[in-house]
C-alpha cells in the first residue's frame, strides 16, 4: 500500500509539472481575454496571429486581401508588425481544405479565417480550438454555417456575398436580343454554386431560356465539360463565383472565343481574361468591409453574437473592343462613358455647392485628392456631377428634384442649407457632408454618433475662442468687436452665438449687424463702423463668405482691423485668422466618403471636427494697422505662423 500511495503521489505530482508547464500554452488558445473583446482598433503593444484558409490563388482573392489587410492596417493591425498570419491554401482541390483547418487549429492563434465557400464548410467540421471568421463565400447557410443568417452556428461568423444573378442574366438578355440558350459549369460539390444554378433555373423559366448546365468535380474535367456545353448550340456562357470553373477560366474563355460564344461573369479580374462583362461584388470592398469583423473578433469578440451578413460591393465592368469583336453592343444602362476601351462601371457621385465661395471650392479639392490618394480617378473610377445653386434656395430646391430622380453612389453635399435640404430630398442616398459649421444645429443628428442613418460628415465649427484669444492679444483693452451675420443661415445663427459667448467670456461685447442679400453685405459692415466697433471678428457663413471683399474695404476704409476664420484672408487684408483647413475639411470627407463606398454604413460613422486649425498672422496688415508682434504674442497664441 505504501509503495501504490507513493505511486499515486509521483504520478500527481508529475500531472502537477505538465499542467503548469503548459499554462502558457493553454493561455494563449484564449485570444482576447486580456483585452477589452470587440473593440476594432488593435490593443497597443500586443501580438496578434491569424491562420488563413483559402481555396487558391486567384486574381479576386487577391483583391479581396489587399482590401483587408488595408482595413486592418488603418486600425492598426500591421502584417509583419503586430499582425502575424499564417496563410495555406488547398491548390484548388476541395479535399485538401480539412487537414489545413486541424493544422492551423492546433497552432497558438487568436483567429482563423477561412475565404471560400468550401473553406467555410470545413471549417465547421474541422476546427474546434479556435474562433472562426469568413468572407468571399457567396451562400454561407447553403455552406452549412445557420439556419438563417441571425440564427448561425457557433464559433463562426463572417460576410457573404451572393453575386447578383438575376442582373446579370438581365445584362445577357439585353446584350444578345432573343437569346434562348445560355449555359454553366460549376462544381456540384460547392454549396454556393448550387444556389446560384438552382436561382439561374428559376430565372431560366421565368424569362423563358434555356438554362444548359454541367456540373464538374475538378478542374481536370473543365476542358471536356465546356466542350459538351458548346455543343449544345448556346449563345452565351455564364460562369459565377465557382471557384473550380474560376481556376479553369482560361480554358473556358479559349474554348468560348474560337466558337465565338461571348462569356459573362461575376468576377471583374475575369473581364482582362477573356469575359465581355461582369456584375459583381467589388471584391476589394468586400475585403475592406470585412476587415472590421476581423478586427473585432481578433480583439476577443464572439462570433456566436454577430449575425452573419450579405454584402455585395456591386462593381460593373465590360470590355466593349471584345463584345464588338463579337458583333455585340453593351447596352447604355451598364455604361456612363463612351470610351472604347475597358470600361469600369463608374461610381457615379454628385457634388453641391450652395454658392461660389474659397471655402467650398477648398472642400471640393480636398474630396477630389484624398479620392485620388485612394486610387479612385475622376473619369475612371467615378464620375462626378457639380451642381452650385447659386446662393439661391429655389435653385437648390431644383437641384434636390435632379438629384432625386437619378441614381447614385454618394453625394456630396458641401454647406450647411445644402446638407439641410438634401438630407431631407434624398432619404435613401448616402449623403457626406462638408463645410457644414454646426450639424446638430443643421437637424442632422442628436450628437456625432446618434444622426440620420444615410448621413456622415466633417464639421468646420470654427475655433471661436481661439480668435477673441487673438484679438485680445493684439489689441489690450479692446471692449468691443463686430461681425455681419445671416439669419437665414443656420450656421450662421449659430456661429454669431458661439462667437457672442466666447466674447463674453473674454469681457468683451459682440456687435452684430444681419444681411439678407450681398447688396446688404456693405451696408451692414458700415453700421458696425459707426457703433464703434474696435475690430471686425467677422464669421464665416455662405452669404459673407461671398462677399468678404466688401467687409474688407469696411476695415480699410474705417481702420478698423479686420480679423477672420478663413486662411485666404491673411493674402486679402486681414490681420490675422484662426482658420479650419478647408481643403482639410474636404479630404477628411473625402476618406470617410471611401469608407462608405467600401461597405461601412454612415449610420455607423460617428460626425468629426476638421483636426486642423491655422493660426495665422499677417505681418504686412499688422504693420499698416501699427500692430506690435512682439515675442509675448507668439508665445500667447498657440501654433501662430507670421506670413510675410
Same mark, same amino acid.
Given at each position: ?57 486567384? %486574381? ?43 493544422? *492551423? ?101 421565368? !424569362? ?141 457621385? %454628385? ?51 435632379? @438629384? ?62 481661439? *480668435? ?30 458661439? @462667437?457672442?459667448? %466666447? ?6 461685447? @459682440? ?42 474695404? %469696411? ?76 515675442? !509675448? ?12
Amino acid at each position: 500500500m505504501k509503495s501504490f500511495s507513493r505511486g499515486i503521489l509521483g504520478l500527481f505530482i508529475v500531472s502537477a509539472i505538465l499542467l503548469l508547464s503548459d499554462l502558457d500554452n493553454r493561455n494563449k488558445s484564449k485570444p482576447g481575454q486580456q483585452i477589452n473583446k470587440g473593440g476594432s482598433q488593435a490593443v497597443e503593444g500586443k501580438m496578434y496571429s491569424i491562420g488563413l484558409s483559402y481555396f487558391a490563388p486567384e %486574381a479576386s482573392h487577391d483583391e479581396l486581401l489587399a482590401g483587408l489587410w488595408s482595413r486592418l492596417k488603418e486600425l492598426g493591425f500591421e502584417r509583419n508588425k503586430n499582425l502575424r498570419v499564417v496563410e495555406s491554401h488547398s491548390n484548388g482541390e476541395i479535399g485538401n481544405i480539412s487537414s489545413i483547418l486541424l493544422n *492551423l487549429d492546433n497552432q497558438p492563434l487568436d483567429l482563423i479565417l477561412v475565404t471560400s465557400t468550401p473553406c467555410v464548410t470545413a471549417a465547421l467540421t474541422s476546427v474546434r480550438n479556435h474562433r472562426v471568421a469568413f468572407t468571399y463565400c457567396s451562400d454561407p447557410i447553403a455552406a452549412g454555417a445557420g439556419k438563417s443568417y441571425k440564427d448561425h452556428a457557433k464559433g463562426i461568423s463572417g460576410i457573404g456575398s451572393f453575386p447578383p444573378v438575376e442582373k446579370t442574366i438581365q445584362f445577357i438578355l439585353e446584350t444578345i436580343p432573343g437569346i434562348k440558350k445560355i449555359g454553366t459549369l460549376y462544381n456540384n460539390a460547392e454549396a454556393n454554386s448550387r444556389s446560384v444554378v438552382s436561382l439561374m433555373r428559376k430565372i431560366a423559366d421565368k !424569362k423563358g431560356f434555356e438554362l444548359i448546365e454541367v456540373p464538374v468535380t475538378g478542374s481536370s474535367e473543365i476542358f471536356q465539360a465546356t466542350q459538351v456545353i458548346l455543343s449544345k448550340g448556346i449563345q452565351a456562357m455564364y460562369i459565377s463565383g465557382d471557384n473550380t470553373a474560376t481556376q479553369g477560366f482560361d480554358v473556358i474563355a479559349g474554348l468560348c472565343e474560337r466558337s465565338h460564344i461571348p462569356v459573362i461573369v461575376n468576377d471583374k479580374e475575369l473581364v482582362g481574361k477573356g469575359a465581355i462583362g461582369s456584375i459583381g461584388p467589388g471584391w476589394k470592398g468586400v475585403g475592406y468591409h470585412t476587415g472590421d469583423l476581423v478586427a473585432s473578433m481578433l480583439n476577443g469578440a464572439s462570433p456566436d453574437s454577430i449575425p452573419l451578413e450579405n454584402y455585395v460591393n456591386e462593381n460593373i465592368e465590360v470590355n466593349i473592343p471584345k463584345a464588338r469583336s463579337l458583333g455585340l453592343t453593351i447596352p447604355n444602362e451598364f455604361l456612363t462613358s463612351g470610351n472604347q476601351s475597358q470600361i469600369v462601371r463608374k461610381q457615379r457621385f %454628385a457634388l453641391v455647392h450652395y454658392v461660389d465661395s474659397p471655402n467650398s471650392e477648398d472642400c471640393e479639392k480636398g474630396i477630389r485628392k484624398a479620392l485620388e490618394d485612394k486610387n479612385l480617378r475622376d473619369g475612371v473610377e467615378y464620375s462626378m456631377k457639380v451642381y452650385n445653386a447659386q446662393g439661391d434656395i429655389s435653385t437648390l430646391n431644383s437641384i434636390a428634384g435632379t @438629384l432625386v430622380n437619378e441614381s447614385w453612389d454618394l453625394v456630396f453635399a458641401l454647406s450647411t442649407p445644402t446638407a439641410q435640404l438634401l438630407s431631407k430630398k434624398l432619404t435613401d442616398a448616402r449623403l457626406v457632408f462638408s463645410n457644414v459649421g454646426d450639424p446638430h444645429a443643421a437637424g442632422l443628428g442628436k450628437s456625432a454618433a446618434e444622426h440620420l442613418p444615410n448621413v456622415c460628415g466633417v464639421s468646420t465649427m470654427s475655433d471661436f475662442e481661439g *480668435l477673441i484669444n487673438m484679438v485680445k492679444t493684439l489689441h489690450s483693452g479692446i471692449k468691443r468687436v463686430g461681425t455681419v451675420f445671416t439669419p437665414a443661415e443656420i450656421n450662421s445663427v449659430s456661429y454669431r452665438e458661439h @462667437l457672442e459667448q %466666447a466674447a463674453r467670456k473674454q469681457g468683451i461685447t @459682440l456687435v452684430s449687424v444681419p444681411a439678407n442679400s450681398a447688396t446688404e453685405v456693405l451696408d451692414a459692415a458700415n453700421s458696425l463702423v459707426s457703433q464703434r466697433i474696435e475690430a471686425f471678428c467677422q464669421i464665416s457663413d455662405n452669404l459673407t463668405g461671398s462677399c468678404t471683399a466688401a467687409i474688407l474695404k %469696411a476695415s480699410r476704409d474705417s481702420g478698423i482691423p479686420f480679423y477672420g476664420f478663413v486662411t485666404k484672408l491673411v493674402q486679402q487684408g486681414a490681420i490675422g485668422v484662426c482658420a479650419r483647413d478647408y481643403f482639410e475639411a474636404g479630404y477628411e470627407a473625402g476618406e470617410m466618403a471611401f469608407k462608405v463606398l467600401n461597405g461601412i454604413n454612415p449610420e455607423n460613422i460617428a460626425f468629426q471636427n476638421v483636426k486642423k486649425t491655422d493660426y495665422l498672422i499677417s505681418e504686412q496688415s499688422a504693420r499698416l494697422f501699427k500692430v506690435d508682434l512682439t515675442e !509675448k504674442v507668439k508665445v500667447a497664441i498657440p501654433n501662430l505662423k507670421i506670413i510675410k
